[in-house]
């Protein structure tokens, strides 16, 4: 079963391809054999919304400054780890690599040897952020080779010094602060821990024929977690 955003960038790819945003009643008249008519139309006017082509917009930027591929598809890091019951040193390498192990570049190779003698001594709890930023460099919001810092938003949920009266005028699970959740290293490494210890499977997708795309947030172009972004 595909993924949900792979089943989206598959969608937006299908629908560029019938005329786009350049020709929607050509897009509008195709019928893609596995998706409900009703359900094809809502995922176009889902690619017209301003919030839709903003964030597109942001990522492709994103890409053009990427050094080298992340090979990580439209995972991101701490997505990846999870799926594939990974630490964060071999992670970096898989989403580096091709499917023969080869580099996808030598920077990215050098990238992982200064990982692995950063985080050779390191013995902390949780993932190595302080070893990955001394292999590979701080990046304003973003923890390079892990994913996005929290933003202002997670930490002004999280912290533990907010008065009653703060967080009754709070709304405690935004759709911002949940995405952000998600985001951050921490967070998965704990929710991993937590489901390990329930003894919880991961969840399986919709099929594609009855989704609607634009139920939940994702990207509909590869995750952009290149580390020299």
């Known amino acids: 079963m595909k993924r949900y955003s792979d089943r989206k ?6 629908f560029k391809s019938k005329g786009g ?4 009643e050509s897009a509008r008249a195709f019928h893609p054999k596995d998706m409900p008519y009703d359900n094809w139309l809502r995922t176009i006017e889902g690619f017209r919304e301003a919030k839709y082509i903003k964030r597109s917009e942001a990522n492709t930027l994103v890409r053009e400054k990427q050094q080298f591929p992340y090979r990580g598809g439209t995972s991101s ?3 990846t780890a999870y799926k594939n019951d990974m630490d964060w040193v071999p992670t970096y390498a898989k989403t580096h ?4 192990g080869n580099w996808v570049d030598p920077v990215a190779e050098q990238n992982y040897r200064n ?3 950063a985080t050779s001594q390191w013995s902390g709890e949780g993932p190595p952020i302080a070893p990955y930023q001394e292999a590979l460099g701080e990046r304003r919001g973003w923890y390079r080779g892990m994913g996005p810092k929290p933003s202002s938003n997670t930490s002004s949920h ?10 009754r005028t709070q709304e405690p699970f935004s759709e911002d602060f949940v ?4 985001q951050t290293p921490s967070f998965l490494n704990q929710l991993n821990n937590y489901l390990a210890s329930q003894g919880k499977g991961k969840g399986k997708s919709k ?8 139920d939940n947030e994702s990207d509909d172009e590869p995750n952009d977690n290149d580390d020299d972004e």
Do not use: H
């Open 179 to 182: 995405n952000s959740l998600f």
């Open 207 to 214: 099929g594609y024929d009855s989704d609607n795309l634009f």
């Open 21 to 24: 945003y350049n020709d929607l």
């Open 158 to 167: 999280s912290s533990s010094n907010m008065s009653s009266s703060q967080a």
């Open 115 to 117: 990982i692995q003698q």
């Open 77 to 79: 890091y701490g997505s």
């Open 97 to 100: 690599t091709d499917n023969q």
């Open 9 to 14: 960038y598959e969608a937006k790819k299908l």
